[in-house]
């Protein structure tokens, strides 16, 4: 297999094929949420229930009350490890600024790089944790669908893939910046029919729910 060529594709057709998909994707999910039908509000109306929205969004990220110890600690603890890292990786990389330039003619500045490899591995880390928690919880594993571990192992190898490769680990570069990229197109492309998209419908939902509250005048 001529390695340069496959990674010639995949940073190039293999690219816009699946930022096509995920964007038309995306763009089907979004429409179909907004355009479903509602039930008339009979209630009166008290605001417009657009800061109510946006502290539902806030208080729903929060422990309640403030005290973590109301939540699972440990679901809590490592959720928001890996989410927050995942974060810093996607957005504070410089590879992935110099990306988003290309892509966007966007740039900001990054972060060192020893930082985003704490955060990475941390990420890492909780994934692997989160994994083995639901796999030896009976009701989490119960509970959990194929489709779960497909979303975990589409989430993960990117993460896992793009650390080897910036480091240059265990395979050739060349090898490893085509998994990483290819898992990266790969979760662009399942992205939209996939449990993912809570990425995007968690908040709209949460604001939602709070905007119909306040303008009800009850708390969400």
Known sequence: M??????????????????GIFLFGMAIKLLE????????????????GVAAGFRTILSRSLPPDGNILRRPRFTFIFGYAFHIGLFVVMFFLAPHIEVSH????????????????VF?????????ALLWHRL???????????????????TF??????YMAYHHLLLPYTWLLSIHIGSVELLLILFPFTKLTHAFTLFIARWYTGMMAGQKGVQS
């Open 157 to 162: 190898a990117p993460l896992l893939s793009g």
């Open 102 to 117: 290309a892509l966007l003619g966007l740039s900001w500045p990054a972060l060192p790089t020893p930082v985003v490899d």
């Open 120 to 128: 990475t591995i941390i990420s890492i880390i909780a994934m692997m």
């Open 33 to 48: 949420i907004f355009l479903l039908g509602r039930k008339k509000n009979l209630a009166a109306v008290r605001s417009s």
């Open 2 to 19: 001529n390695i340069e060529a496959v990674l010639l594709w995949i940073r190039g057709p293999g690219l816009g094929l699946a930022l």
């Open 136 to 154: 030896t919880s009976p009701l989490l594993k119960y509970l959990t669908t194929p489709q779960d571990y497909l979303v975990w192992a589409l």
